[in-house]
């Protein structure tokens, strides 16, 4: 009888030990020092493409009412507000190839691991380097340049709304996995704090629980504006399914756009001077003052790496994607944006990006 219970003992620390390493495995990425990945969320919670299923009704309930009283609105929230400044509907979305080198460039080897990318001047509109620049692919968590994007045109357009608008937590939110800031229904958040974590360190639930804000309960309806915003932005063969990125239930239903359509995107995003502040925070706290504050690291190893002109912009991973990026910098106002996606780890795809820069600015004085 007492092997028994030794041989029971045992089994119940091993079982805990497996259960640990595999919740470790599936909510992190170990080449992002464990923050990175947008892939499959906590196993003990709702599987995300479940919790969207939930009727839109039952959101509405337990989703804060905005404040209509305008005349209510702080002076801070005003100087906040100014501070934004409003990005064109309706942007330049021509590219001039006739500078491009097309496919893998002989002498950035690492190019050949891309499955798609794209670099462009942006202020000239010259392509330095195309690699299936029109392919639709998977796109993780650079959805959620889309997703902070209409919520700052939001509230260009609303006066009831400002960064400093409390955003209570729901328990759809709370229900999100993958990169995240656990939220929990009992908090509520300046909408400041909430878009600091999706920039900085990709957090899945802040960017569902804005989206059910700003879709009046529905994460649904604020899916339709993000595919509505795609055509206006003229980005070809982009569709979306979800405001942050984590894979749906089949591979058909991911969010994916082409690098050429990210190009558009995150020049929408550079309008916006807190963007490229909060997408270049090397280290920043949420929950600040608090008893548990919860420590932020970006993504971005180019920002953490102080790489000579970053200014953004979003990492993406799930596994159907492989490791992305679309990269933003500004080396004396000449400004290029990057994007590659599908590499097999993120440590590739960093040093790629940084070379990829590195010979875009050598390359567009050669175009002068």
Known sequence: MKKFFTFLIVLIIQIGVIYGLYRWYVSYDSNSLNIESSDTGNSALQPPFQAR???AAELKKILPQK???????SQADKKVKENIQTAKTNPDSSLNFQYAVWGDIPSLKRSKMAKTGILVDINTRKVLWAK??????????MTKMMTVLLVLEDINKN??????TVIPVTNE????????????PREKFPLKELLKTIMISSANDSAFLLAQYFGNGDVNTFVKVMNKKVKELNMPNAHFSNPDGLPEKYSGEDNK??????VFLAEQLLKYPMVSKWATTRLDYFRKNTKKPMMLVNTNHLVRDKFNGITGMKTGYIRRSGFCLTA????????????????????ERNKFIKNLLNW?????????
Do not use: H, M, W
């Open 53 to 55: 299923q939930n009727d």
């Open 67 to 73: 404040n209509t009283n305008t005349s209510k609105t």
């Open 132 to 141: 299936k620049c029109r392919k639709s692919v998977p796109i993780a968590s």
């Open 159 to 164: 006066n009831e709304i400002t960064l400093n």
């Open 173 to 184: 939110a709370y229900k999100i996995g993958g990169s995240q800031v656990y939220l929990d």
């Open 257 to 262: 756009a082409t690098a050429e359509g990210l």
């Open 328 to 347: 933003t910098c500004d080396r004396g106002g000449k400004k290029l944006i990057a994007v590659a996606t599908g590499f097999k780890n993120g440590k």
């Open 360 to 368: 875009g600015y050598k390359r567009l004085a050669s175009t002068e």
